[in-house]
Nanobody, 124 residues
């Protein structure tokens, strides 16, 4: 049984930093790409970033501020978020996907095995 668990969400001030983690079990972690999505109240879930063995992709609004990484030995995905803005406030989810492509951060449809999310709140 595949399980995905996010952690690290918190309340931070604008301009602050936060690091999210996501652990996955029940699968061969290194064989899959992983992605981060977020969903603000009343809005659609949107892709933030994804990572495979050889590539990363980011949505435009987080480029230069967020960094995705993974540690296959620990079955863990990370999202380092710097220079946080109030508009980054959302529930952040990680999920598993076959490949990380620019198109695969535009839609949630290729993704399986979602976690329950971790809340990030950025105060102004």
């Amino acid at each position: 049984q595949v399980q995905v668990v996010e952690s690290g969400g918190d309340l931070v001030q604008a301009g602050g930093t936060l690091s999210l983690s996501c652990t996955a079990s029940g699968l061969s972690f290194g064989d899959y790409a992983m992605g981060w999505f977020r969903q603000a109240p009343g809005k659609e879930r949107e892709g933030v970033s994804c990572i495979s063995r050889s590539s990363t992709n980011y949505r435009e609004s987080v480029k230069g501020r967020f960094t995705i990484s993974r540690d296959n030995a620990k079955n863990t995905l990370y999202l380092q978020m710097n220079s946080l803005k109030p508009e980054d406030t959302a529930m952040y989810y990680c999920a598993i996907v076959i490949a990380c492509t620019p198109d695969n951060i535009k839609t949630r449809s290729p993704y399986n095995w979602w976690g329950q999310g971790t809340q990030v709140t950025v105060s102004s």
